[in-house]
């Protein structure tokens, strides 16, 4: 005789779905805290490569100018609302209004990212066609900087792909013991850090899992990043009228690039690692 009635178990607490939840890159710009405006100014201010002189004929110090430079981040405001009826909370398995609030933070979160990758999209120094991941690739990006005059005190960052990853991990100068003090292979950070530069394996790069990915060397002071932290929210609340509650995420941030010679795009074929 066969069994019958049953009982479906659903699990009470939800299991959060794969996707970019916090932002990685924020930490790796300078940043503005705006309170006012739609509008942030950055200074770069240096010598303009000036070179030391000696006093002249007439006894004179020769004297120059600094080389002074205003770039500006506009402020857009960034939203994401999500919303469902008491019913469907009601009747739906999980927490409904704990999911509603952590994936709006998330939708925000990415948002933030995508803005500055957007500008560091629009520099022009690359690593020329694209190549698979390598110790030589890497070197040549931070080559390039170094010959830019961008110093190396800790304050240069790599956005790569899983892909180029994967290469790095197979290259004993980035892997053995030999050679670095830290263990890639059981580490689980968002951050590491090798060669002088401070590493973060991105999953949301410009085209991902193919042969055109672009991942990114750059300094600090390249980027520019402006947000008013006061005004983000990420508001719940319910609507008695109609019955229904809502989260929603919102931002008013804006990037620049504020040197385009402390940006290197790294052209990188990722496709080799793509899923079939």
Known sequence: MADTAFQTQYRTEFIAGFEQRQSLVRSTVTTEAQIKGNQAVFLVADSGSATAVTRGVNGLIPARADNLNQYTATLAEWHDLVRRTSFNIFASQGDGRAIMQQT??????????????????????????????SLSLAMYAKTILGNNEVPADGNISALITPAFEAYLMQTKEFASVDYVNNKPFESNLTMFRWAGVNWIVHPNLPGKGTAAEKCFMYHKDAIGHAADLAGLSTA???????????????????????????VVVINHDGAAFAAQ
């Open 236 to 262: 719940v609340g319910f609507d008695e009228e109609q019955d229904y509650s809502f989260a929603r995420a919102t931002g008013y941030f804006g990037s620049k690039l504020l040197q385009n010679r402390g």
């Open 104 to 133: 709006t933070q998330a939708v925000l979160n990415r948002k933030i990212d995508q803005d500055i990758i957007t500008e560091l999209s629009t520099a022009t120094n690359d690593t020329g066609a694209a190549q698979t991941g």
